[in-house]
Each structure stands twice: as structure tokens, then as C-alpha cells.
């Protein structure tokens, strides 16, 4: 595989190779932190790359459960719970 240069194609492969990693070590839950840009008043639309984060950890067996959002000075954050799909 090629290096990624892409910085949002290189948070999705952390997440992945975590999420993979996790399901090999039995956890039933994760909680990754999911980064953007600062909110501008007014603004609505999705959040570059969260899409595509959140289905990637779903491919690996992964159901968003709950999560939290808040905007920092540094950007938008978000906590997601996932939980293990069952079987």
C-alpha cells in the first residue's frame, strides 16, 4: 500500500486499523475523537470527512450508539460511542 497524503484518507485508515484492532482484542465498545473545522455562524452541511469516518468503522462491525459534538477554539470535536454489531 501507498503512503496516504490525503489528511482526512489518513485519520479514516487510523480509525479503521483501530477499530479492527479492538474487534481482534474482544472490546465490545470504542470511543474514537472525530476532528473539524471551527463552526461559522450560520453554517450548516456536513463535516468534511466524518462520513466517510463513521462508515468505515461501521464496515468493520462497528453501530454508532450515541455521541457528542462540541466547538472548540480549535475546531469541532466529536466523541462517538460505538458498540460491537451483534451477530
Do not use: C, H
Amino acid at each position: 500500500m501507498g503512503w496516504i497524503t490525503d489528511p482526512k484518507a489518513k485519520a479514516v485508515e487510523t480509525l479503521v486499523t483501530e477499530a479492527k484492532m479492538l474487534i481482534a482484542a474482544g472490546r465490545n465498545t470504542f470511543t474514537p475523537t472525530l476532528s473539524g473545522s471551527q463552526l461559522k455562524p450560520g453554517r450548516s452541511g456536513s463535516v468534511g470527512g466524518w462520513v466517510e469516518m463513521i462508515e468505515a468503522i461501521e464496515a468493520e462491525g462497528w453501530v454508532m450508539q450515541f455521541w457528542s459534538v462540541t466547538d472548540t477554539t480549535s475546531g469541532i470535536k466529536a466523541y462517538p460511542l460505538f458498540r460491537r454489531r451483534r451477530q
